[in-house]
């Protein structure tokens, strides 16, 4: 009787183990069911908007912006000679900074009490003092011209100079886009790009580009204050291409047109916070939006 007892209770424990694993396996192979990989295909980057201002008439082509502090940017637009300092909290302009006369205004970046302005044409205007009463213009002139049509500056604090990208395509090669320093010790201008963005490299492959060269176009770049990685937008067709310190390419991802309509401007707060600032359309104002990065 014993031995039979045994027996029943080993047969009802290996019958408890079996149905329990036939559960287990019914209840997570829905979870293991991989996901799809449309958006990976595609790259989109839907980056979380935290907040959102839009800008005043005057800066509704803002072309570029520059964190001061935690309620103020600098700002430009591409036609008047002019730093707008915007004020989120008040969402107004409250100050202007007249340095130069109208023209296509694409980059600005902060160094101390000095602005740098970027036109175009690669000329860069330094506005000594920008924020005292009697600031001072001084010109720059670089090799770049408007065939290579600068738009993207920014301040490396690391090396004490300035970054500048080139939407257009270089004169020498469709195979990249350079990235060309202005240092601020000597105001001697880099030649050759300090960094190379490699059109030829793998997350370029399914980008649609009416010519060779168009793979990427520049409208801004910023350095993130904290792991010094280059974050780079493109306006024309809204992407953003992330390199590190060393100029290697660690990411490209499309940016979702309804939010980022034209991404002409980014900026980074000393904690890392991002900004994102949008030319305005025929019916919607300029904007600047604070995201959550990568």
Request: glycine share 6%.
């Amino acid at each position: 009787v014993m031995r039979t007892a045994l027996l029943i209770s080993a047969f009802i424990l290996i019958a408890i183990v079996i149905a329990f694993t036939i559960r287990t396996d019914v209840v997570d192979v829905p979870k293991l069911k991989a996901k799809s990989d449309k958006k990976e295909k595609t790259g989109e980057l839907n980056l979380e908007i935290l907040q959102k201002w839009d800008v005043p008439e005057t800066l509704k082509e803002i072309s570029a912006l520059t964190y001061l502090d935690g309620s103020r940017f600098a700002c430009i637009q591409d036609e008047l000679g002019t730093i707008f300092i915007f004020n989120t909290q008040q969402e107004k302009i409250e100050k202007e900074i007249p340095f130069g006369k109208e023209g296509d205004y694409e980059g600005l970046a902060i160094a101390g009490n000095n602005a740098y302005v970027l036109r175009a044409d690669g000329t860069i205007f330094e506005v000594k003092d920008y924020a005292s009463s009697s600031p001072k213009t001084i010109e720059h002139n670089t090799s770049l011209t408007e065939k290579q049509d600068t738009e993207g500056m920014c301040y490396d604090s690391k090396n004490n100079r300035l970054l500048i990208t080139i939407k257009d395509k270089e004169s020498s090669s469709n195979d990249f886009k350079g990235i060309y320093s202005f240092n601020l010790s000597d105001y001697s201008f880099s030649e050759s790009p300090v960094y190379k963005i490699d059109l030829k490299h793998a997350v370029f492959e399914d980008v649609k580009a009416k010519k060779a060269g168009d793979e990427m176009q520049p409208s801004a770049i910023a350095i993130h204050p904290k792991t010094g990685d280059l974050y780079i937008v493109e306006g024309a067709k809204p992407k953003m291409l992330i390199m590190d310190a060393q100029g290697n390419i660690k990411a490209l991802r499309e940016l979702d047109k309804k939010e980022f309509a034209q991404p002409e401007g980014i900026t980074f707060s000393p904690e890392g916070k991002m900004f994102i600032s949008n030319e305005g359309g025929k019916k919607d104002a300029g904007n600047i939006l604070e995201v959550k990065g990568m």
